[in-house]
């Protein structure tokens, strides 16, 4: 059964500290794997999509890494205005079918 | 950067009763979806908005108690059925350009009394 397990639930971090928030995945045939942050009361925001093992992208502070069974999306310095939840999803199959499926969230807070 | 919207924004129901949500996105899409997110959850997909023919249901969600429309690229409804309790939640619609990405509209927050 497909299933994306992210860890830690909830992580506080003082300004300035980095650390890493991981995504474990089991899928047959991966095709993408997805990461969003949702701030609350609002709809998931696009960060990143990620192909294949290896692969690494970045966007000011993060930097999202694929393995083949895991991915890491790194906060480098991070600043109060990071707080989020940050949702990893998978999409399987030759062909788009569209169903993400989403692990349940960690949910950063970033102190000052 | 194209504008996904939803109406209502939320809205608070009595059990029994319907309400349908809207998604309007201001350029025409590829695929459209429904997602449904219950309090202190993840998300999870309801169902594959299909142009002009029926929607593609998951596991655990049917056509009655979700029906849902796509009368053309840019536009789809969810109605929820006789709600219940149980029915409070965020519910989302996201679309896809062709690029296997799916961006979100804002969500609907639903409460039934």
């Known amino acids: 059964e497909d299933q994306v397990t992210q860890s830690p639930e909830a992580l506080r971090l003082q300004e300035g500290e980095s650390s890493s928030l991981n995504c474990s995945y089991t899928v047959s045939g991966l095709r993408g794997l997805f990461w969003y942050r949702q701030d609350p009361g609002k709809g998931p925001e696009f960060l990143f999509t990620l192909y294949s093992a290896g692969e690494e992208k970045e966007k000011e502070r993060l930097k999202a890494t694929l393995t083949k069974k895991e991915s890491f999306l790194h906060i480098t310095a991070p600043k109060p205005e990071d707080s989020a939840t940050y949702l990893c999803a998978v999409l399987r199959g030759s062909s788009n079918t569209g169903k993400l499926i989403f692990g349940q969230g960690t949910t950063l807070q970033v102190k000052p | 950067s194209a504008v996904i919207s939803q109406k209502p924004s939320r809205d608070i129901c009595q059990r029994g009763t319907s309400l349908t949500i809207q998604c309007q996105v201001d350029?025409?899409?590829?695929?459209m979806f429904w997602y449904r997110q219950q309090p202190g959850q993840s998300l999870t997909l309801i169902a594959t908005?299909?142009?002009?023919?029926?929607?593609?249901?998951e596991s655990g969600f049917v056509i009655d108690k979700f029906p849902i429309s796509r009368p053309n690229l840019t536009f789809s409804t969810l109605t929820v059925s006789n709600m219940s309790p149980e029915d409070s939640s965020i519910y989302l619609c996201?679309?896809?350009?062709?690029?296997?990405?799916?961006?979100f509209g804002p969500g609907t927050r639903l409460t039934v009394l």
């Open positions: 908005a299909n142009q002009g023919s029926e929607a593609t249901y």
């Open positions: 996201s679309v896809d350009w062709g690029t296997d990405t799916q961006y």
């Open positions: 350029s025409q899409v590829t695929m």
